[in-house]
């Protein structure tokens, strides 16, 4: 079986079922000067990526949504990180994601990710969402780690 | 009143409250070579900074834990970001905090940062703290924006 690096075949049924199971991602991404900036974004998995809407409502916030668009210009690098928090710290978990971001230009694959994204989120259902006005944000993981409160680690390197 | 770089006083009552009112936030980081990366932190706000243990339980990820200081040592730059997901986007809220990040080397203000951080979250009390154990990474925000779906936007810049 393909271990290519582009593949999500590198993520554990483990942490594909994390990633389904949550409902929010905060993504980092940095210019070209690493000057960091960080968001939380709804997500949809599809075969081996994650989609998110980049921009309008409701995540829109004035020069942050443009900010991620212009770093992912500049450096498609990103890290999204899913976890809960809870205050029985013994119950902590995340799964922290290094991948490769960039925005959509096919029709084909924006449809496709916009019904993933309705699926999980209702309130995408009402919005309309096109591809020339609301950018779709493609993100490959390349490495990941999973790590629980207390438990063995897993990761892919 | 001083509106200096390297103060809170930057920082609106409403920002300060909302800071206050939340239990975890998200750090982005890059290093040298803008590579992002994102953990998630507990922190204490005291006078003008921010305060987290960078290293040890129940936040250790393994190398997460290293590559957050090493970022910090070749990159003082951070975003951190403090919201709550809903399921109601109506009542989504975050404030994103630009900041510069740094290791606290004084033993007076290891101190202050960790009775913060122990008045906060009671699991830290019965865990020993020390300067030359558990680095302490103070962060200075120097921008700041704080957005509410629907509501009118505040921030410094």
Known sequence: MSRGKTTLMDLSNEARAFIRAH?????ATADARATPHVIPVCYALLGDRLYFVADDKPKRGGPSALKRLANIAENPRGALVIDDY???????????????????????????????????????RSMPLTLSTH?????????WHLWRAGNPQEANK
Do not use: F, K, N
């Open 86 to 124: 809870d205050e029985d710290w013994t119950r902590l978990a995340y799964l922290l994601l290094h991948l490769d971001a960039s925005v959509v230009d096919s029709e084909a694959e924006y449809a496709r990710a916009v019904a993933a994204l309705r699926d999980r989120y209702p309130r995408y």
């Open 23 to 27: 409902r929010v991602g905060h993504l």
């Open 135 to 143: 950018p779709m944000v493609r993100m490959i993981p390349r490495r």
